[in-house]
């Protein structure tokens, strides 16, 4: 007899919904294909619902693919972090670093971050490869600031952090221990952290921030804009920098609205006496823009992409690390 049923899995706000259409399904297979379907409404940004569909599978398979694959990616030497110059626009010298993942998986060639870092939340890994990249960027850096000469002026190392990782309770303990491992000067670690990893639990959050900035190590707010914070987050959070979200630095030439967007975040950023790093800047004009606008700091493809340890040092000896496309 043919019959329609419905099963539901929900995790968190996530509803995943398979119907029973075949007299053949089993119990095993329904629970599978909601699963899947829940997966999936997880992916397209929580609090959704979805209908299990066919194609859902591949992509599960693939997922499952690539969290086992990542669950050995730290033993089997695959991770590797690049580095995007941070440039200091007043004397349009290359000052710091940005440490960005990237998996060299041996099938799939480079995976990127977006494709990686929400099924290491999702797992848990991201505590281990979290780790693993503040120690590998804290490590590169300080062997960076030994071969350093007069004319080189690296002063500071940002590492993005996963508020997965900073909710582990001794996350605070595991950095200051990597700090004295590595021997990095504190000041000069900048670890970045987004709007919806602090707006959780604001008392513990201040804590551990404090912690870390009685530690001496800088905090920064990245994608600056793209959340929810209000106001009175940014007064009551000790961050030491706030990044524009690359989104609003795109049109900025073209969308009044971003143009006054960029000069607001700027002129909070002088009242609440922080530093600001422009994200994606790619055209000469946006350059311009910022600086005339007494932004400090810029990343993005007008000097360089993200680059491997060798291309980043070039860029350093390159004629005493000036931004070679701002002359
Ligand atoms: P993010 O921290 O905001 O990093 C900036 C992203 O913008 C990077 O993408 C960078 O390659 C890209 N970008 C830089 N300049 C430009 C530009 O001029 N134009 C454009 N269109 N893009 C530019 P990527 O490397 O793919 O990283 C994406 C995100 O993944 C990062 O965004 C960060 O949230 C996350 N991520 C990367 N590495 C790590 C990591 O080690 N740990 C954690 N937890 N997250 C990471
Ligand atoms: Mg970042
Ligand atoms: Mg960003």
Request: charged letters at 25%; a negative charge.
């Amino acid at each position: 007899m043919f019959f329609t049923e419905i099963l539901v899995r929900k995790l968190s706000s996530s509803v995943g919904i398979s119907l029973v259409n075949s007299d053949e399904q089993t119990v095993d297979d329904l629970l599978k294909f909601a699963d899947t379907a829940m997966y999936q409404a997880k992916k397209e940004g929580r609090n959704t619902t979805r209908f299990y569909q066919e194609q859902m599978d591949q992509w599960i398979k693939k997922r499952i693919f690539l969290e086992n694959g990542l669950r050995h990616a730290i033993e089997n030497n695959e991770l590797e972090l690049y580095y995007q110059p941070v440039i200091e626009i007043e004397s349009q010298k290359i000052v710091g670093a940005e440490a960005l993942l990237r998996w060299n998986h041996p099938e799939l060639g480079i995976v990127m971050p977006d494709d990686m870092i929400s099924i290491a939340e999702e797992s848990g890994l991201i505590v281990p490869i979290g780790e693993w990249v503040l120690r590998e960027a804290c490590a590169q850096f300080v062997r960076w600031r030994c071969k350093q000469t007069s004319k080189v002026h690296l002063q500071r190392i940002a590492i993005n952090v996963s508020a997965v990782q900073f909710r582990q309770s001794d996350f605070v303990d595991r950095v200051i221990r990597i700090v004295a491992e590595t021997g990095i000067v504190p000041c000069m670690l900048e670890l970045e952290l987004t709007e919806s990893t602090v707006i959780d639990k604001i008392d513990t959050v201040i804590d551990k921030m404090s912690r870390l900035r009685n530690a001496g190590i800088s905090i920064s707010m990245d994608d600056f804009g793209t959340g929810y914070s209000s106001l009175a987050y940014l007064k009551r959070l000790p961050f030491t920098t706030l990044k524009i979200d690359k989104s609003f630095v795109r049109d900025i030439m073209s969308d009044k609205d971003d143009a006054a967007l960029v000069q607001t975040i700027l002129s909070i950023a002088s009242i609440f006496h922080l530093e600001v790093i422009a994200e994606g800047v790619e055209e000469l004009d946006q350059y311009l823009f910022l600086r005339d606008h007494h932004c400090h700091y810029f990343q993005g493809y007008l000097c360089s992409k993200p680059v491997q340890v060798g291309s980043f040092e070039e860029l350093l000896a390159h004629d005493i690390q000036r931004c070679q496309a701002l002359y």
